[in-house]
């Protein structure tokens, strides 16, 4: 069993910052793909940034240049630094995990098989 478990959300102004952490426990391994994904009311789940065992970033295009994902494998913990923050940011965050390496990338989350509880980040204007 895996367990993910997010901290770092928060409310903040425009154009302010966060940075949200994931720290995983159980049966994980390092190798695995980790991505950020997110939702906001009455919108459908989107990808934010993934992160492949590899080292291999991706984006969504709505964040380039703002977001920044990252680990720390000692730890086995994954960050998502978030600057320049939007009010059309506001969402509640969630990280997750994936065993295998063929689908990491920010559209593929119906592939990944573990996933956190999320944690709510709002930007005001």
């Known amino acids: 069993q895996v367990q993910l478990v997010e901290s770092g959300g928060g409310s903040v102004q425009a154009g302010g910052s966060l940075r949200l952490t994931c720290a995983a426990s159980?049966?994980?391994?390092?190798?695995?793909?980790m991505g950020w994904f997110r939702q906001a009311p009455g919108k459908e789940r989107e990808g934010v940034s993934t992160?492949?065992?590899?080292?291999?970033?991706t984006y969504a295009d709505s964040v380039k240049g703002r977001f920044t994902i990252s680990k720390d494998s000692a730890k086995n913990t994954l960050y998502l630094q978030m600057n320049s923050l939007k009010p059309e940011d506001t969402a509640l965050y969630y990280c997750?995990?994936?065993?295998?390496?063929?689908?990491?990338?920010?559209?593929?989350?119906?592939?990944?098989?573990?996933w956190g509880q999320g944690t709510q980040v709002t930007v005001s204007s």
């Open positions: 997750a995990a994936y065993r295998g390496p063929f689908f990491c990338h920010p559209n593929m989350s119906r592939y990944f098989n573990y």
């Open positions: 159980g049966y994980f391994e390092s190798s695995w793909c």
């Open positions: 992160l492949s065992g590899g080292g291999t970033t």
